[in-house]
């Protein structure tokens, strides 16, 4: 299938850049974009007032927390995976339940503009295999690993796996049931998924690691998410998260560390080392991570970082509402927030990252952690793209530069603004 977009584009290319490109002609072959001018007819043409931005990458989300979303954060992390999680997770033993809520959940976060999507499942490979074929289904790109978890004390009984065998044969199973799906662009991929550390016996680690080497599938795992997580594993192994994952052998190209709020400067050098990279989850930290992720101090290390929702532990399913949020966050890292102290001890130099950076963190910066040509309407890229009304975002009377018009998308834009949203050169939301 081929076809020509004509449109504005608006996007980061590089982190701290922003370009548009005035009335464009986007051609789409197959899902590739194979060439961008600025004359020539067009088969689709945005609206007035519309922008084509690329499509956004939600790296780290839960899909079976969808159901409590914006509720629960009255209770620090572990306690709230006991008490409110867990038994949510349980439900999805019924795999009708399962197959309702991805029916609700894949569109829902299509029309947010959330082209690709780095989902946990739950412990039940039917309910995985049910997710990717929703996403499959609705046009979503996706990576979906089932969640591994057998540890006796970082689990409840009534939900975990038998033990580290289990687990493993699971997991393959899994693995299996989604690469046998009829998924004819290739949209659907799975991915490792040991829960974190707390929740994984030694050798369930060990053994997950070995699949990953053994089947070069991705991995994706919480790292140093809050303080209890982060003392509870440098208690347990002696190492800290970020050694202890790589001991383990997860710590590999593309891994996904979701949140990393108390990684270090070693910790950043061994992330980058490794090629792995980290899904920022800034709504998510407010409520358990205790601090800010250092999003500004990651990149200047070197290590890929994109952003997630982390869907329920976040109250928002917009990865743009993240982005936003990615730049608050950032602001009172570097200013710091107890006014009682001095203005020169109150914050952490160096930690504030604009909205273009953002921007760039929910698009580029999840394609450089997955390592995909995704996240830039460019040449060579995959055509995942989502347009967005900005007539009712500030009146056209105000006659704002592009910057302007670009940094109220950033923080204003929400699903309503959101018209139309393609996928891998097919139309998922809208129809132009
Ligand atoms: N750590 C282990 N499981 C979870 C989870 O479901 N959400 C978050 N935010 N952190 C976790
Ligand atoms: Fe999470």
Do not use: K
């Not at 299509?110 to 946990?120: C, E, K, P, R, S």
């Not at 089947?215 to 190492?239: L, Y």
């Not at 009304?389 to 500030?394: V, Y």
């Amino acid at each position: 299938m081929d076809f020509t977009v004509r449109a504005t584009v608006m996007q980061t290319p590089t982190r701290g850049t922003f370009t548009t490109l005035e009335d464009a002609r986007i051609r789409v072959v197959d899902g590739t974009i194979v060439a961008i001018s600025n004359t020539g007819e067009a088969d689709v043409t945005l609206p007035p007032d519309h922008v084509l931005v690329p499509g956004f990458i939600d790296l780290h989300i839960h899909a079976p927390q969808w159901p409590q979303l914006g509720t629960g954060y009255d209770l620090p992390l572990s306690e709230w995976l006991f008490e409110h999680t867990f038994p949510l997770e349980a439900r999805f033993d019924d795999l009708p339940f399962a197959q309702q809520t991805w029916e609700d959940m894949v569109p829902a976060l299509l029309a947010h503009g959330t082209t690709t999507a780095v989902y946990y499942g739950s412990i039940h490979t039917p309910a995985t295999t049910a997710l990717a074929e929703a996403c499959i289904h609705h046009g979503q790109r996706a990576w979906v690993g089932r969640a591994a978890m057998d540890h006796p004390e970082g689990t409840p009984e009534w939900y975990r796996d038998d033990d580290a065998d289990t687990a493993l044969a699971a997991t393959r199973e899994s693995i299996a049931q989604i690469g046998a799906l009829d998924d004819p662009h290739n949209l659907v991929h799975p991915i490792i998924t040991p829960r974190f550390i707390p929740a994984c016996t030694d050798e369930l680690l060990t053994g997950l690691g070995a699949l990953a080497a053994e089947t070069g599938i991705i991995v994706q795992t919480h790292c140093s998410e809050d303080d209890w997580e982060h003392h509870h594993v440098i208690e347990r192994t002696g190492q800290r998260d970020t050694d202890a994952l790589d001991s383990f052998g997860l710590l590999r190209p593309s891994t996904v560390l979701g949140h990393g709020v108390h990684l270090n400067a070693e910790d950043f050098a061994t992330i980058r080392d490794r090629g792995a990279g980290v899904a920022h989850c800034p709504l998510s930290n407010v409520y358990f991570g205790n601090a800010v992720f250092p999003a500004a101090q990651a990149l200047d290390a070197g290590v890929h970082v994109g952003l997630g929702t982390d869907v329920a532990g976040g109250p928002s399913a917009s990865v743009l509402a993240n982005a936003a949020r990615a730049v608050d966050s950032s602001r009172m890292l570097e200013d710091g927030v107890d006014a009682s102290a001095s203005p020169a001890e109150r914050g952490v130099q160096g930690s504030r990252i604009d909205a273009f950076t953002a921007f760039w963190l929910a698009t580029m910066g999840g394609g450089s952690v997955l390592d995909e040509p995704l996240g830039l309407i460019e040449e060579g890229r995959r055509f995942d793209a989502v347009a967005v009304s900005l007539a009712e975002l500030a009146p056209s009377t105000a006659g704002y530069t592009p910057e302007r018009r670009f940094e109220q998308l950033v923080r204003l834009a929400g699903r309503r603004e959101i018209t139309d949203v393609w996928v891998d050169g097919r139309q998922v939301i809208g129809d132009l």
